[in-house]
């Protein structure tokens, strides 16, 4: 089982500092949550299906590999509550960012939902923009594109954002190329949603729920309690299974403020290190190359600052 890193939260008063390095955390999880409201629900919107060159599913799908690519670099590129509550599980955040991510990502979301909206009330041939906002928002039952009942609905939300955690959570932590999760995560979105919206427009996303619930008839809010607790349970249950079976191994990132400040302190250790290290083959480096010390200091001082693109990218830590 992996723990985080110790290190002060990002919100935690006294901070000055990490409490800074947490906004513009929140800004590109903000614009990012807004982007996707923006294409997730206005593509449906205002697109005929039959005529439309790129499927709506597949368009929320290529928004979020295009955020992720954007602004995975400052804050992980989460976008979504229920992946950052899968990465809290699986110990790669604080709480207090956590929250913080979350209330970023409902806030970005419902911008870009009030856009579409104001867009709706400047179109003469649609008179009701809530009417129109309710063929894009979340239901069950009656409002089921094919009566879909509470339970199959729950049971599709749950598992498909566990998917969706899983996947990112993986990717993440491949080592590979920077582009690994986006891409992993926008084609799983994408396939999910596809599925979804046959159902009853599920989106995986309570932050996406929310946004479409407020500007849809009283029914949407009604039912949106489905919405918010399904993709949050199927995300623990992913976060709890990468932390239970060591999925995250040997030590997981921290993605807040603290996170920062400990890459920093880290940053300023090898320096000192550096330093210390130019003084000593200064003084004696004969005697250690001799004995072998050198090189064997130079391939520690190698493996310890070592870290994987792919590593850096979902940690935050490249600006």
Request: aromatic letters at 6%; a negative charge; glycine letters at 12%.
């Amino acid at each position: 089982m992996s723990t985080p890193v110790p290190a002060r939260d990002a919100l935690q008063p006294g901070t000055p500092a990490a409490a800074t390095a947490l906004m513009p955390r929140l800004a590109s999880e903000a614009f990012g949550s807004l982007f996707l409201a923006v294409a997730g629900l206005g593509v449906p919107l205002f697109s005929i299906p039959q005529s439309s060159p790129v499927p709506s599913a597949l368009a929320a799908g290529l928004a979020i590999t295009a955020a992720m690519l954007a602004f995975g670099h400052i804050s992980g590129g989460h976008f979504n509550p229920a992946i950052t509550l899968g990465h809290l599980l699986a110990g790669r955040i604080r709480a207090g960012a956590a929250a913080a991510y979350a209330a970023a990502q409902v806030v970005g979301a419902l911008v870009g939902a009030l856009a579409l909206f104001g867009i709706l009330r400047t179109l003469p041939s649609i008179p009701d923009s809530r009417t129109a906002f309710d063929t894009v928002t979340a239901g069950f039952g009656e409002h089921s594109i094919i009566q879909a009942p509470l339970a199959a609905v729950v049971l599709l939300e749950l598992l498909g954002a566990a998917i969706i955690v899983a996947v990112f959570l993986g990717a993440s932590r491949s080592g590979g190329s920077r582009t690994v999760a986006p891409v992993a995560v926008g084609l799983s979105f994408a396939a999910l949603l596809q599925v979804g919206q046959s159902v009853g427009n599920l989106p995986y996303n309570p932050a996406r729920a929310v946004a479409s619930a407020v500007f849809s008839s009283g029914w949407a809010v009604e039912q949106l309690w489905v919405f918010l607790v399904a993709p949050l349970a199927g995300a623990a249950i992913a976060g709890l299974v990468f932390r239970i079976t060591g999925l995250e191994g040997a030590a997981a990132p921290v993605e807040d403020g603290a996170g920062v400040a400990a890459a920093g302190a880290d940053k300023n250790a090898a320096e000192a290190g550096d330093d210390s290290d130019d003084e000593a083959d200064d003084d004696g480096v004969e005697s250690a190359a001799a004995d072998g010390v050198a090189p064997a200091a130079a391939a520690r001082k190698e493996k310890a600052g070592s870290v994987s693109e792919a590593q850096e990218f979902f940690e935050g830590r490249r600006s």
